[in-house]
């Protein structure tokens, strides 16, 4: 399949960007990114992110405006009682200008009525092999968006099983478990992560004990992974025909968003650049930054990439036990108190405002800000006493978050303009970089003007900027001619409003995928509550494609409530064992008993190991 994407036109690659609110897509736009993805009002698996429609259309139109799309997050699963709900918002979303719509629930994929808009399977769907590919596929959504655990083997794998696109992540905050088969939050507090209420049980501190309750390992984070970055990775998933490369986090604020696009940007269109007869971008317009982006300046809980190209991480390098904070860049050490001040040795410039931090005696890690410095003496805004030789860390730089709170980015599409008579009327036509080309006209009376006119009109034309385009260039074809500057302001004025409107009108938005006659259940498997059935159009479907009678169909733990028994609730490629060096296939095996408990606030968990499929279950105890 690879050799046959490089032998054909060069695929379209899209980096794809998170965005909480309107402004916060539009400023991703802005920064690079070729789509965006954000939450509807209702139905996403981040409830707190969530959008009014009058503002998805005006995202959906600032990204038309450069051939960039917007994706709707509708991912939850749905009860019975919130079909026709589902079913209106869809057509909502199709009014507004949505290019597609990213689901869970496989009822999506059934209903009727539905309007023609396109559907890419969400994460939560579990996409981790060829055989769930392939079903998806055949029920007809555009895109799948694969499992985060794959390795660069896998996902060539599904690639080479199907035709859809396949979407990776690359960058952002990790759910332990496989994404749509988690119920620990269901089990604990009612809150289920497949309704998009995830109380985020990974991030939990937790006791490690043996069978008889002796502690191993007190109050660490012990299921808190790190943060994916896949910066140094692009090139090899587009090897692996990745086609959409997803940047996580629909809850970060407008800071982070700007900061990691802009640093995917700069990397993927270097990978463009150098093989232009394989790739090509997925959007138009150049992004022009005011900053240099780092995502090390930016949240994140230390880095991995996961298990992109080893099935086996080493020991240590995939958790983050001490804290699920962002701790940031070491900035120095502290050598002593002096009254309220703290007196320090410091590796780096420190701003008034800066939010500073350290690890307690405890292993708890302590924030405060900087309310001023003066030379070496550190004066927090709140009391703090900190001990001699402890590490400070800097998670809030005052002078970039001013800066990144500004106008950081503006995108331009190049425009070429040709000015010449026709008869009476002075006509302006507009060519954007991607083709299209529109042409305005006035009338006005020639006149001879007694010095060259060429450079004062291509001054005026080239006054684009409060466009979204910028002059490539500029064919002058009227000699020696007087054209006011008034006329020549009204022609580039509505010459770029009518290009403007001409791009949104030509916008194509992704056509919708149809079924295949014969949808067949992935091979070997089984309907298990795992599959998320939460509503009688899905247990029908699921009921067509195994012969079930539709009321014997699994239901969701969802609609059967929290668990009274021991449950599965996370299965997960990330295994403690593995993390502490005590793999089970090693002889540092025998460093840990069996089995192994996670203990947080009276809340018991036994942990199972699959080595086969080298994978671990958590199991709820009750």
């Known amino acids: 399949m690879t050799d046959t994407i490089n032998a054909a036109k060069p695929a379209e690659i899209e980096l794809l960007a998170p965005a909480r609110d309107a402004a916060t897509a539009i400023a991703a736009i802005d920064h690079g990114a070729d789509a965006v993805y954000m939450g509807a009002s209702s139905f996403g698996a981040r409830a707190q992110a969530g959008n009014p429609l009058g503002e998805i259309a005006a995202v959906a139109r600032h990204a038309h405006l450069f051939g960039a799309r917007l994706y709707v997050t509708v991912n939850t699963i749905i009860y019975d009682n919130e079909i026709d709900e589902a079913r209106r918002l869809l057509w909502e979303l199709w009014k507004a200008g949505v290019d597609a719509v990213i689901v869970q629930d496989m009822a999506l994929t059934r209903m009727e009525g539905l309007p023609p808009i396109a559907l890419h399977a969400s994460t939560q769907c579990d996409t981790r092999d060829a055989g769930k590919a392939r079903f998806l596929e ?66 939990f501190k937790f006791n490690l004990e043996d069978s008889d309750g002796h502690t191993i390992i007190k109050g660490k984070h012990l299921l808190s992974l790190r943060d994916m970055n896949r910066l140094d990775n692009l090139e090899a998933l587009l090897e692996a025909g990745a086609t959409s490369l997803k940047i996580e986090g629909r809850l970060k604020d407008e800071a982070y968003v700007k900061n990691v696009v802009g640093a995917y940007r700069r990397q993927l269109d270097r990978i463009i650049a150098a093989h232009p007869d394989r790739y090509r971008r997925a959007s138009y317009g150049k992004s022009s930054l005011n900053f240099t982006p780092d995502p090390a300046l930016s949240f994140n809980r230390g880095f991995t990439n996961y298990f992109l190209t080893t099935p086996s991480p080493a020991a240590g390098s995939l958790a983050t036990f001490d804290s699920p904070k962002w ?51 550190l004066f927090p805004a709140s009391d703090v006493t900190v001990s001699p030789g402890t590490p400070l860390y800097r998670n809030a730089d005052k002078e970039r978050a001013d800066l990144l709170s500004g106008k950081t980015a503006s995108r331009r599409l190049a425009a070429d303009m040709t000015l010449r008579w026709s008869n009476t009327q002075v006509v302006l036509s507009i060519k954007d970089e991607t ?54 302001s009204r022609l580039r004025r509505r010459g770029t409003e009518l290009l403007e409107t001409a791009r949104l009108t030509t916008h194509k938005r992704e056509l919708p995928g149809k079924p295949a006659d014969e949808i067949r259940y992935p091979e070997g498997g089984e309907v298990s509550r795992h599959d998320n059935v939460a509503n009688r159009v899905a247990a029908d479907f699921y009921s067509s494609l195994t012969g079930l009678p539709a009321a014997s169909v699994p239901k969701a733990l969802e609609v059967c409530g929290k668990p009274s028994g021991e449950t599965r609730v996370m299965e997960t490629r990330y295994c403690l064992r593995r993390e502490l060096g005590a793999c089970l296939k090693s002889k540092e095996g025998k460093n840990l008993p069996s089995p192994l408990y996670l203990t947080s606030e009276g809340k018991r968990f036994r942990l199972d190991f699959d080595c086969r499929n080298c994978r671990m279950q958590v199991v709820f105890i009750p």
């Not at 007196?343 to 405002?353: F, K, P, Q, T």
């Not at 529109?438 to 020639?446: F, H």
């Open 327 to 377: 701790i940031g860049e070491r900035v120095g050490k502290v050598e002593r108190m002096a009254g309220k001040a703290i007196v320090a040795r410091l590796d780096r410039e420190l701003h008034n405002g800066d939010g500073l931090g350290f690890y307690t005696g405890e292993g708890e890690f302590r924030g405060f800000r900087l309310n001023r410095i003066e030379g070496n003496r």
């Open 138 to 203: 055949e029920c007809g959504f555009t895109r799948l968006v694969l499992a985060r655990e794959l390795t660069l083997e896998e996902i060539r794998g599904i690639r080479e099983a199907v035709d859809t696109d396949l979407e990776v992540f690359v960058h952002g905050a990790l759910c332990v478990s496989y994404s749509g088969d988690c119920q620990a939050s269901l089990a604990i507090t009612g809150r289920s992560a497949n309704r998009g209420e995830c109380c985020q049980v990974c991030r």
């Open 435 to 488: 083709g299209l080309e529109v042409t305005v006209a006035e009338e006005a009376e020639r006149q001879e003007a007694r010095t060259p006119q060429e450079e004062r009109r291509r001054k005026e034309l080239e006054k684009l900027g409060d466009t979204i385009f910028t002059a490539a260039g500029v064919t002058d074809e009227c000699g020696r001619s007087f054209i006011p500057a008034s006329t020549l």
